[in-house]
């Protein structure tokens, strides 16, 4: 049930980074500008050459459409060449699946319902909020209904109220059984809303764990360079620098 | 429902046999029998319908998916520079007098466009990206270019100039089941290509990173391109020289009755762009013009212009 990195090295980028991430667990990778966050996540989904290994096995000697089946990938640019509508957005990631139109559509609608797209089905992206744009890309891979969900930054652009129900959206995921990793920039985000975080620095893993245990304003210190504290209840914290 | 594909084919079956009565003679279906009605209509004008419809739909649907490849509304398969290079071997059959024997034209033609898609896949390699593969193409294009004008610059004689520029702007004129034969078989595999590459072009909706995610296979989806736009359009000018803009304007007229997605595209597009060439072309037919009738490529690059123009000003009006 893991997906793991192994010693991965891309110059100026990544400098033997290993990470294993589980599933059931929202991990968030976290690291300063250019710590090489996106290209760990873009390597676990298989976009680049590199030791990753889903439940043992390399993910370079899984066809293609297989590794998508299993791993949906949202990337960071929340590009869409085309004013598609919601559903047939969310259609687009039943692409690696060969199932019949029924099928599909069974997927794209349990993905529009756990996202609260359902009203929104027809209308077209050009015509949707900054939230609900995240939502329809995120029902996207939801549709693909992959067992893992890598998202790069996916609450950028978002205001805190769609943030949090992502977030939250995220979570439930997890407990359902998918593995979650996203790259996220908010400490207090990582603090309060994910299970493990890896905190990457200069292209290598810094530190790893719990979030509890792994931010402690020593590190932040160590990593951000950023003297900082804790403030507030568990699971309701902030960061005060 | 948006379904333009059967009002689309609706409106070609009306318009094939229509297209068949207009002309320089006009035949009319109840009237007095026309002389040479017969040969009129399967030797001249039965052929030159259907070479319409084949490099109508060839433009079209390869249009759409260039649009689609490149995700961008004002991409065309002239991009990849295998007009112009199909458009230099054609001259060169001139320049070098190959042209007078049968078939020497169209198989001069199709060697340029093989040469482009060879030039492509060398340059373009492996994992190319697509704008590095779209600047490839512009290069070549351009190299086309100049050796186009240089052979014509240094044309060996006056007949053989004058024949290279008639015959650069493409034209249905005179073109019977023989060039059918040569343009249909790989226009239709074109088409059956583009088909295949329909999902992939799908997923390339999301950007590169998003469709490779999907289980996209980026050089594969090249390849398919590059073969289905070269037999279509090497293939097209090979037997009507450079007709224009059928690829940039259709997939924009039949998008908003689709949901948008290029693979939705591809048959409206190819039914529309044979339903324009049919009708533009029989247009050229009735136009009086002294000295002969209207070349189609020209009639399309007039209509085509304004068009491109409309579409920049209205990109630029959302943008602002």
Same mark, same amino acid.
């Given at each position: 049930?893991?997906?793991?990195?192994?010693?991965?090295?891309? %110059?100026?980028?990544?400098?033997?980074?290993?990470?294993?991430?589980?599933?059931?667990?929202?991990?968030?990778?976290?690291?300063?500008?250019?710590?090489?966050?996106?290209?760990?996540?873009?390597?676990?989904?298989?976009?680049? %050459?590199?030791?990753?290994?889903?439940?043992?096995? %390399?993910?370079?000697?899984?066809?293609?459409?297989?590794?998508?089946?299993?791993?949906?990938?949202?990337?960071?640019?929340?590009?869409?060449?085309?004013?598609?509508?919601?559903?047939?957005?969310?259609?687009?990631?039943?692409?690696?699946?060969?199932?019949?139109?029924?099928?599909?559509?069974?997927?794209?609608?349990?993905?529009?319902?756990?996202?609260?797209?359902?009203?929104?089905?027809?209308?077209?992206?050009?015509?949707?909020?900054?939230?609900?744009?995240?939502?329809?890309?995120? +029902?996207?891979?939801?549709?693909?209904?992959?067992?893992?969900?890598?998202?790069?930054?996916?609450?950028?652009?978002?205001?805190?109220?769609?943030?949090? +129900?992502?977030?939250?959206?995220?979570?439930?995921?997890?407990?359902?059984?998918?593995?979650?990793?996203?790259?996220?920039?908010?400490?207090?985000?990582?603090?309060?809303?994910?299970?493990?975080?890896?905190?990457?620095?200069?292209?290598?893993?810094?530190?790893?764990? %719990?979030?509890? +245990?792994?931010?402690?304003?020593?590190?932040?210190?160590?990593?951000?360079?950023?003297?900082?504290?804790?403030?507030?209840?568990?699971?309701?914290?902030?960061?005060?620098? | 429902?948006?379904?333009?594909? &059967? #009002?689309?084919?609706? $409106?070609?079956?009306?318009?094939? #046999?229509?297209?068949?009565?207009?002309?320089?003679?006009?035949?009319?279906?109840? $009237?007095?029998? &026309?002389?040479?009605?017969?040969?009129?209509? /399967?030797?001249?004008?039965?052929?030159?319908?259907?070479?319409?419809?084949? @490099?109508?739909?060839?433009?079209?649907?390869?249009?759409?998916?260039?649009?689609?490849?490149?995700?961008? #509304?004002?991409? !065309?398969?002239?991009?990849?520079?295998?007009?112009? /290079?199909?458009?230099?071997?054609?001259?060169?059959?001139?320049?070098?007098?190959?042209?007078?024997?049968?078939? $020497?034209?169209?198989?001069?033609?199709?060697?340029?466009?093989?040469?482009?898609?060879?030039?492509?896949?060398?340059?373009?390699?492996?994992?190319?990206?697509?704008?590095?593969?779209?600047?490839?193409? /512009?290069?070549?294009?351009?190299?086309? =270019?100049?050796?186009?004008?240089?052979?014509?610059? @240094?044309?060996?004689?006056?007949?053989?100039?004058? *024949?290279?520029?008639?015959?650069?702007?493409?034209?249905?004129?005179?073109?019977?089941?023989?060039?059918?034969?040569?343009?249909? #078989?790989?226009?239709?595999?074109?088409?059956?290509?583009?088909?295949?590459?329909?999902?992939?072009?799908? $997923?390339?909706?999301?950007? *590169?990173?998003?469709?490779?995610?999907?289980?996209?296979?980026?050089?594969?989806?090249?390849?398919?391109? &590059?073969?289905?736009?070269?037999?279509?359009?090497?293939?097209?000018?090979?037997?009507?020289?450079?007709?224009?803009?059928?690829?940039?304007?259709?997939?924009? /007229?039949?998008?908003?009755?689709?949901?948008?997605?290029?693979?939705?595209?591809?048959?409206?597009?190819?039914?529309?762009?044979?339903?324009?060439?049919?009708?533009? !072309?029989?247009?050229?037919?009735?136009?009086?013009?002294? =000295?002969? *009738?209207?070349?189609?490529?020209?009639?399309?690059?007039?209509?085509?212009?304004?068009?491109?123009?409309?579409?920049?000003?209205?990109?630029?009006?959302?943008?602002?």
């Amino acid at each position: 049930m893991t997906l793991a990195a192994h010693d991965l090295h891309f %110059p100026g980028r990544l400098a033997g980074a290993s990470a294993a991430f589980r599933r059931g667990h929202v991990t968030a990778i976290l690291g300063p500008n250019g710590a090489g966050k996106s290209t760990l996540l873009a390597a676990l989904a298989g976009l680049l %050459p590199g030791a990753v290994t889903l439940e043992g096995t %390399p993910l370079a000697t899984l066809a293609p459409q297989m590794r998508a089946r299993r791993i949906g990938y949202l990337p960071q640019s929340g590009e869409v060449a085309w004013n598609l509508d919601v559903e047939t957005l969310a259609t687009l990631g039943r692409l690696p699946h060969r199932t019949g139109p029924a099928e599909n559509a069974q997927a794209v609608d349990a993905a529009l319902s756990a996202l609260d797209l359902n009203a929104l089905r027809h209308r077209p992206l050009a015509k949707l909020s900054g939230g609900e744009r995240a939502r329809a890309l995120l +029902a996207r891979v939801l549709a693909g209904q992959p067992d893992w969900i890598l998202a790069d930054e996916p609450l950028a652009s978002l205001d805190l109220a769609h943030q949090q +129900a992502l977030l939250a959206r995220f979570r439930a995921l997890a407990d359902a059984g998918a593995g979650v990793v996203l790259v996220l920039h908010d400490l207090a985000q990582a603090m309060n809303h994910a299970t493990h975080v890896v905190v990457l620095q200069n292209g290598t893993v810094a530190a790893s764990g %719990p979030p509890a +245990a792994v931010l402690t304003p020593g590190l932040i210190d160590m990593v951000w360079g950023l003297k900082a504290r804790w403030l507030g209840e568990p699971g309701a914290q902030a960061l005060a620098y | 429902m948006k379904r333009p594909i &059967v #009002p689309l084919a609706l $409106a070609l079956l009306i318009a094939l #046999p229509l297209s068949l009565l207009a002309g320089q003679v006009w035949i009319a279906p109840f $009237a007095a029998p &026309v002389k040479n009605a017969v040969p009129i209509l /399967m030797q001249l004008r039965l052929p030159r319908a259907v070479l319409a419809l084949v @490099l109508g739909a060839g433009l079209g649907a390869s249009g759409a998916a260039m649009q689609g490849y490149l995700r961008n #509304p004002l991409a !065309d398969p002239g991009l990849f520079g295998i007009a112009p /290079m199909a458009a230099l071997g054609a001259v060169l059959s001139f320049y070098t007098g190959f042209a007078v024997q049968p078939f $020497a034209l169209p198989a001069f033609a199709l060697v340029g466009a093989g040469g482009a898609m060879l030039l492509l896949g060398l340059i373009a390699g492996r994992a190319a990206s697509v704008a590095l593969f779209t600047l490839a193409g /512009m290069m070549i294009a351009s190299l086309a =270019g100049a050796l186009t004008s240089l052979a014509i610059s @240094l044309s060996p004689n006056p007949f053989a100039l004058s *024949e290279i520029v008639t015959w650069l702007m493409g034209a249905l004129a005179d073109r019977g089941w023989h060039e059918v034969a040569i343009a249909a #078989p790989p226009t239709l595999l074109g088409l059956v290509l583009l088909a295949r590459a329909g999902p992939s072009l799908d $997923a390339l909706t999301l950007g *590169e990173a998003a469709a490779r995610s999907l289980g996209v296979d980026p050089a594969r989806l090249q390849a398919l391109m &590059v073969i289905s736009t070269g037999l279509i359009v090497g293939s097209g000018v090979a037997v009507a020289g450079i007709i224009g803009f059928v690829g940039l304007m259709v997939p924009h /007229m039949v998008r908003p009755f689709t949901d948008q997605r290029p693979s939705s595209l591809l048959l409206p597009s190819a039914l529309a762009g044979a339903l324009l060439l049919l009708l533009a !072309d029989c247009l050229c037919r009735v136009v009086p013009l002294a =000295g002969g *009738e209207l070349r189609l490529g020209i009639a399309l690059s007039l209509a085509g212009a304004p068009f491109f123009l409309r579409l920049l000003l209205r990109m630029r009006s959302r943008l602002a």
